[in-house]
């Protein structure tokens, strides 16, 4: 077995994707190395070169070697027998377009597969099955009535509906801020609820090998300027990230029995993260990833260390699933 951590691909996360890569390649030195450029072809890499890339939040990584199309590098994938680790985020990487691709070529690759993909990536399905299981979400607010919501509401929060890392992340705190909505929705759907005041927190579940899941411990969320977005992600240093979170014990279980009801809900394999913000109700659902970070500044590996889990353990584990899906 061929062990290969692909990044890089055509989202705007492509960024993120090269330090998970790093990440990868530190944990699992001996696996080769594939990039997906925005050109639709990929590039084998060296552990050298990766490594090597500073600043991968802000520059874009580019490979110095020949390329091959995504289809032929795919169809290499299912002649060599490889397992692809995916450290890919976002588009059609995580939507279940890419996972398709790999379904019908029998090829192995970590994470969930391509139809809880889909439904995942869409945050407004994602809600949806998540509410059959049970599980609280803020109400949807439509853009014509956006005006109206937020004479209503007082505030409004925007997010695009296929999207990840917080971009494109609209506050409507005034009405100036309604034009903003319209003008970015014209681009890409967007998804608009009331903004629901509280701290905000993620949760990892992991599939473990006999197929059960655990919820991994809560990470609490403390934003440099209250604002959880892609700068406050990965370009403040002043952003808190607390792990275990220090929530009350029953509202830390509640945090973990949404993770798990979604994850379910949602066809998830392996792994994945939900986030969730905590109202005076408790626990809201905000949307589920099912291929998170795993940056060394990334929240799930700090669940999985707080768990007690070593991260190329995770990683053993996650290949070894991949492998006993993809034969049936």
């Known amino acids: 077995m061929s062990v290969t951590i692909l990044f890089g691909g055509l989202s705007r996360e492509r960024f993120v994707s090269v330090a998970t890569a790093q990440s990868l390649h530190r944990a699992l030195p001996e696996a080769d190395i594939w990039f997906w450029d925005t050109d639709d072809h990929v590039y084998p890499v ?12 802000e520059v874009p990584f580019k490979a110095d070697s020949k390329g091959i199309a995504l289809e032929a590098a795919l169809d290499q994938a299912a002649s060599d027998g490889r397992v692809l680790i995916l450290g890919l985020h976002g588009g059609s990487a995580e939507n279940g377009q890419f996972q398709v691709r790999c379904e019908l070529r029998g090829v192995a690759f970590t994470g969930s597969g391509s139809a809880a993909s889909h439904l995942s990536f869409d945050k ?34 925007a997010k695009p509906a296929q999207d990840g890392s917080s971009y494109g992340l609209i506050y409507v705190n005034a009405t100036q801020d309604i034009a903003a909505v319209r003008a970015a929705a014209k681009t890409e759907p967007y998804v608009i609820e ?13 599939e473990q090998a006999d197929g059960s ?13 209250g604002a959880f977005d892609y700068k406050g992600k990965y370009l403040s240093s002043q952003t808190q990230e607390i792990c275990p979170a220090r929530f009350a014990p ?9 993770a798990l009801k979604a994850h379910r809900a949602l066809s998830c394999r392996g792994y994945s993260r939900t986030d969730v913000i905590i109202s005076d109700k408790g626990p809201i659902y ?38 006993k899906r993809a034969k049936g």
């Open 213 to 225: 899941l655990i919820a991994l411990p809560p990470v609490e969320i403390v934003p440099a300027d």
């Open 250 to 258: 029953e509202i830390n279980a509640a945090i973990q029995e949404i």
């Open 46 to 57: 060296t552990g050298e070169a990766l490594l090597g890339h500073d600043r991968p939040f």
């Open 124 to 157: 407004v399905s994602a809600k949806l099955f998540a509410s059959f299981a049970g599980v609280p979400s803020p109400a949807a607010v439509e853009l014509a009535n956006i005006e109206t919501a937020f004479e209503d509401y007082g505030k409004l929060i």
């Open 286 to 323: 905000l949307e589920t990833n099912t291929l998170p970070g795993l940056t060394g500044a990334s929240l799930y590996p700090k669940s999985l260390k707080a768990q007690g889990i070593e991260f190329v353990d995770f990683l053993k584990g996650q290949i070894d699933i991949a492998v």
């Open 194 to 206: 009331p903004f629901v005041s509280g701290p905000e927190a993620t949760c990892g579940v992991l």
